[in-house]
């Protein structure tokens, strides 16, 4: 007769239906009892700071389109993991992250290690935390967990749970549920968002980072392409929806509450699918829509419809509300054809470093795989990247969502272990900044473990150069910290793992970066760069 199966095993055979079979986490003593006896088909995969490892599994849960499971050491863990858990909350993306607590008997005297405000510690950064009244009640509640994740808009939830609960006896098997992943748009109010597009005149439109993550790329292209109308990418976005080189797209939406009104002004509706509206930094005065211009907003999120400061709102899943949207709009190609966005000149000319941002990703331009995918955060660079290296296919670009810095480098690991789960074969090329490389640089030792197909592109300008353009926005002249010297960026990737090499200049940066594309593993390739303003507003 078998012996009566623990809540450990119960909740193992639950994640395995669920598919939650790889953890993401650096152990700690209060969660050993969870990862004991590790499933042979489970696989862990360890990083060695919080940080970078919930990155990493955001990364992760974005490349697959599937949730994520995440291991924290209690609440010294979930404090070093907080500025990425920000992050997946901003990016909708669906983590089950779950944290060690103490035993359930010392837990009143407050023992060394109890988290003594579990639910309370990850909020307003997760859709729900929870720790179990019971340890029957586990099993139950990583359902619920999951559940609430995938739910639109989809989100990290967190679970604590007391060591102690993993070999007391279950209830018997979790129940499995399932959720639905999408909400359809309510089809009276579409048919009238329909009829005032077909009346615009000049229509504007905006994509933003939730149609990507819907699947909707295609579906965009459609109704673009019937409403005929300039397309405009949602500032510093997180994930590219339209295809940058598409006659119709005009580039990314500026930061600031009087510059978008200038591209608005002269249009008399701006449909904004997937996006918030706006994502504005740093203040700039001025009206949110320009004397005659009215907006309609298509977003899955009820929080970002009800923060809008201005338009009509309609709640839905972006694919679906696109899709039923398509048949409805009236194809209008006497409309006024926007101007194709002006790239400038052609290939930079070979140059020696330090090099300017332009002539680095000009340089990427010609090596570059049309298939790679791209993770940028040199905050800085944007417009150079933007520029030369655009984003022509679905799923293919990540940032951070959350503004935060640290984000890219396990978030490009986390993208290329999500790939490497479902089968597809690509580079994944992280385009990062010197001071950005820093926050999570731990995180390319588990890039060099599993040998990932990663190039990182380090910009070495020796300070935080978006920094010093808003300390001339704001008017704060004398601000310390803004400069880096002294770091050896390719002696610590040489010692995490990982190939790495600093460029002389434009020719040795695409002779290394085939070499990277050619490698068994990550590499490191630090270009000195020269620093130069961002454009703020």
Known sequence: MSSQPTVWDATYDLLRTLGLTTVFGNPGSTEQTFLKNFPDDFTYVLGLQEASVLAMADGFAQSTGEPALVNLHTAAGTGNAMGSLIAAYKSNTPLIVTAGQQTREMILSEPYLTNTSESLLPLPWVKWAYQ?????????????????????????????????????????????????????????????????????????????????????????????????????????????????????????????????????????????????????????????????????????????????????????????????????????????????????????????????????????STVKPAEAALVNESTSTMAEQARWLPTLQTHSFFATGSGGIGWGVPGAVGVALGDRARGRKRAVVATIGDGSFQYSIQAIWTAARHKLPIVFVVMRNGEYSVLKSFALLEKTPGVPGLDLPGLDIQSLATGFGCRAVTVGGTEELVKEFEAALGANGPTVIVVPTKPQLAHLG
């Open 132 to 364: 179990p009244a019971r340890a029957e009640d586990v099993p139950a509640a990583f359902m619920r967990a999951y559940t609430v994740a995938v739910q639109p808009p989809a989100g990290p939830v967190y679970l604590s749970i007391p060591l102690d609960d993993w070999d007391k006896p279950a209830l018997g098997p979790a129940v499995v549920r399932s959720a639905s992943r999408r909400s359809a748009p309510d089809a009276s109010r579409l048919g009238e968002f329909a009829d005032r597009i077909n009346r615009a005149r000049r229509p504007l439109l905006v994509f933003g980072p939730e149609v990507d993550r819907a699947g909707a790329w295609g579906a965009a292209i459609a109704v673009a392409e019937k409403v005929h109308a300039p397309v405009y990418a949602s500032a510093l976005p997180d994930r590219v929806s339209f295809p940058e080189d598409h006659p119709l797209y005009q580039g990314m939406l500026p930061m600031t509450i009087a510059e978008v009104n200038a591209v608005l002004r002269g249009h008399d509706l701006a449909i904004v699918v997937g996006a918030q509206v706006f994502r504005y930094y740093p203040y700039v005065a001025g009206d949110h829509l320009p004397a005659g211009t009215e907006l309609l907003h298509i977003t899955a999120d009820p929080w970002l419809a009800g923060a809008a400061p201005v338009g009509d709102s309609l709640l839905g899943d972006t694919l679906l509300a696109l899709r039923q949207l398509d048949p409805l709009i009236e194809s209008k190609s006497d409309r006024p054809t926007p101007t194709p966005l002006d790239r400038g000149p052609g290939t930079v000319e070979a140059a020696s470093a330090p090099l300017t941002p332009a002539q680095v990703y000009s340089a990427l």
